[in-house]
Nanobody
Framework: QVQLVESGGGLVQPGGSLRLSCAAS????????MGWYRQAPGKQRELVAV???????NYADSVKGRFTISRDNAKNTVFLQMNSLKPEDTAVYYC?????????WGQGTQVTVSS
């Protein structure tokens, strides 16, 4: 079975940093486009960042310059480094793997930015 397991969420102060990890199993993640999505209560799930199988990255305008997506293919893991966090970054963050018609999702990890 395919599993994407997020970790690293938690409560941080505004301006703080957090690094999320997504460990994949059941797939060779280097063959997939990997993304981070987030969903706040009552809001639509939105793409935060994506890194393609070729290593090309893209970011939502709201996080550009603050967040960095990266991958360690040898460890089947994708990361999201989040700096200068704002209260509006509060959401459940989901890891996604996509290749052709296949899409997989993690269970999500809560990120709360609050003083």
């Amino acid at each position: 079975q395919v599993q994407l397991v997020e970790s690293g969420g938690g409560l941080v102060q505004p301006g703080g940093s957090l690094r999320l990890s997504c460990a994949a199993s059941g797939i060779i993640s280097s063959m997939y486009n990997m993304g981070w999505y987030r969903q706040a209560p009552g809001k639509q799930r939105e793409l935060v960042a994506v890194i393609t199988s070729g290593g090309i990255t893209n970011y939502a305008d709201s996080v550009k310059g603050r967040f960095t997506i990266s991958r360690d293919n040898a460890k089947n893991t994708v990361f999201l480094q989040m700096n200068s966090l704002k209260p509006e970054d509060t959401a459940v963050y989901y890891c996604n793997a996509e290749r052709l018609i296949r899409h997989y999702w993690g269970q999500g990890t809560q990120v709360t930015v609050s003083s």
